[in-house]
Nanobody, 120 residues
Framework: QVQLVESGGGLVPAGGSLRLSCLVS????????MAWYRQAPGRQRDLVGR???????NYANSVKGRFAISRDVANNTVYLQMDNLKPDDTGVYYC??????????????WGQGTQVTVSS
């Protein structure tokens, strides 16, 4: 059973940085593409970026150049480094497999997420 535990969120001023972590159990972080998703208040959950099985990364235009996804295979953890944060980055951040339909197809529960709040 795949389990995902996100951590590292917090309250930061605009321009600040945070590093989020996603501890994965029940599935190697290299067995599938992994992604970070974001749900802003009152909005649907959107893709922030992903790291493919081969380690290549891809990002939403809104975070390109500011966010970076990496992984630690030994610790089965995926990271999201967020720099130059903006108020629009506020939301609950989740990690899960990619593409977004995989969690539903494989009945993988979403974690509790980690709240990121960026003050202006």
């Amino acid at each position: 059973q795949v389990q995902l535990v996100e951590s590292g969120g917090g309250l930061v001023p605009a321009g600040g940085s945070l590093r989020l972590s996603c501890l994965v159990s029940g599935n190697s972080v290299t067995a599938n593409s992994m992604a970070w998703y974001r749900q802003a208040p009152g909005r649907q959950r959107d893709l922030v970026g992903r790291i493919n099985k081969d380690g290549d990364t891809n990002y939403a235009n809104s975070v390109k150049g500011r966010f970076a996804i990496s992984r630690d295979v030994a610790n089965n953890t995926v990271y999201l480094q967020m720099d130059n944060l903006k108020p629009d980055d506020t939301g609950v951040y989740y990690c899960n497999l990619y593409p977004p339909n995989i969690p539903l197809l494989r009945n993988i529960a979403w974690g509790q997420g980690t709240q990121v709040t960026v003050s202006s």
